[in-house]
């Protein structure tokens, strides 16, 4: 089970870290990940981590502005979003996957969060 949380109301140019909590079957996790969804359009990856490595890999749209990072002891996962603009608005959802590869493809990830909302304004 995942649970995403931090959400919130944001102005363009702040800051935001969102967390998602893992629970139960943890020991088949290799790859976490988050995606997003904006009103009107089609979830996209945005960053994954691998769990047990240090890899990271990032959307060309969040380079240089999220950052990814893991806590293991606390089966956590973190985004760390800065410098955010209202393109960024979507509700974000954690997600995981059994496999080893750090991947873009919705279709790879096995477990998802339930999404929590960020809305930057202008």
């Known amino acids: 089970q995942l649970q995403a949380s931090g959400g919130g109301l944001v102005q363009a140019g702040d800051s935001l870290r969102l967390s998602c909590a893992a629970s139960?079957?943890?020991?088949?996790?290799?790859?976490m990940a988050w995606f997003r969804q904006a009103p009107g359009k089609e979830r996209e990856f945005v960053a994954a981590i691998s769990w047990r490595g240090a890899s990271t890999y990032y959307a060309d749209s969040v380079k240089g502005r999220f950052t990814i990072s893991k806590d293991r002891a606390k089966n956590t996962v973190y985004l760390q979003m800065n410098s955010l603009k209202p393109e960024d608005t979507a509700v974000y959802y954690c997600a995981a996957r059994s496999g080893q590869f750090l991947t873009p493809s919705i279709k790879s990830y096995d477990y998802w969060g339930q999404g929590t909302l960020v809305t930057v304004s202008s």
């Open positions: 139960g079957r943890t020991l088949s996790i290799y790859v």
